[in-house]
């Protein structure tokens, strides 16, 4: 069946544009993630979608950066008045259940983005 | 606050040989520990998930095993492949989150 996919693959901005960044999970997952891969800073994660339930936003770096998940399923990361610093590739996976089920992570391919 | 370490950072061997990858991981208290491939400009692909409960799991040429009281993990390749070179990740999970390492960066020469 079909993966994690995100869109758009690349994405290339100003300093202080808002951009959005895009994640369809695999169907039927229940728990959404995102995570940022940066030169130097390794993979760190976002943000946490589960079910209805409040989102652990506990990763954010700023208050710049959001995220949303329409009808359980796609999911929406939003980061205002971009800078340079947040240039990095924002990979997205889902699970069936949340991790405390034990269940496997599939990972989306990312998006690059870069702040000029 | 989960720290991760794996070692080497980098490792390039010649075609045949068997592989040992290391992670150390500082809070034990994890539900099971995953490792994954990424390789270059792509996503992660899941290898192997460990659960907290398991000593070992193994797929193919593939091998984990987990020691969770010690917090460490360990991915054994059996018979090196030049289409195995890649960047392998480990990832305990801690329930909400999984904390990764920074990477062994595999390189199998023919």
């Known amino acids: 069946g079909a993966g994690v996919s995100q869109s758009p693959s690349n994405k290339v901005t100003e300093k202080g544009k808002d951009v959005e960044l895009r994640c369809d999970p695999i169907?039927?997952?229940?728990?959404l993630y995102w995570y940022r891969q940066s030169l130097g800073q390794g993979l760190e994660f976002l943000i946490y979608?589960?079910?209805?339930?409040?989102?652990?936003k506990s990763g954010l770096p700023s208050d710049r950066f959001s995220a949303e998940r329409t009808g359980g399923s796609v999911s929406t990361l939003t980061i205002q008045r971009t800078q340079q610093e947040d240039s990095a590739v924002y990979l997205c996976?889902?699970?069936?259940?949340?991790?405390?089920?034990?269940?496997?992570?599939?990972f989306g391919p990312g998006t690059r983005l870069t702040v000029l | 606050k989960q720290e991760v370490t794996q070692i080497p950072a980098a490792l390039s061997v010649p075609e045949g040989e068997n592989l040992v990858l290391n992670c150390s991981f500082t809070?034990?208290?994890?539900?099971?520990l995953q490792w994954f491939r990424q390789d270059p400009g792509k996503g992660l692909t899941s290898l192997l998930l460990i659960q907290s409960s398991q000593r070992e799991q193994t797929s193919g040429r593939l091998n984990a095993s987990l020691d969770k009281s010690s917090g460490r993990s360990t991915l054994y390749i059996a018979a090196s492949q030049p289409g195995d070179s890649a960047t392998y990740l480990c990832a305990p999970n801690a329930g909400n989150m999984l904390t990764f390492g920074g990477g062994t960066r595999l390189m199998v020469k023919p």
């Open positions: 169907s039927g997952h229940t728990a």
């Open positions: 996976a889902s699970s069936l259940n949340g991790l405390a089920q034990g269940d496997t992570q599939y």
């Open positions: 979608f589960q079910g209805n339930s409040a989102p652990d």
């Open positions: 809070d034990s208290a994890i539900y099971n």
